[in-house]
């Protein structure tokens, strides 16, 4: 997109494959600009932001990460997946999909 953001939703929702907990996020833009929350929600992590009335976000390249602790092992995330949702010069637009191991 070559306009600035003026509602934006990201979402990454991790699968509770046992011993799954937040430890941490970030993002690129300005964390003041977003209201972030996590939470477990139907057997996942969910990582949430939500950009703030009135505030934009310029067209650029956005990276949003999360961490997050398990149990011992290796983890399968087969059922990971994140969405974005966002609108821009008044047209909505949204991705979702999944991570590859």
Known sequence: MTQPLTKLTVQV?????GGVQSSGQWQTGP???????VQEIDGEVVYRWD??????VPAAQHIFAVQYNHTRG???GKADRYGVMATAAGHDHAVWGGFTP
């Open 13 to 17: 929702h991790i699968t509770q494959t």
């Open 74 to 76: 290796v983890r399968d």
């Open 31 to 37: 964390g003041d600009d977003f209201t972030l929350t």
């Open 51 to 56: 950009l703030k009335p009135g505030r934009t």
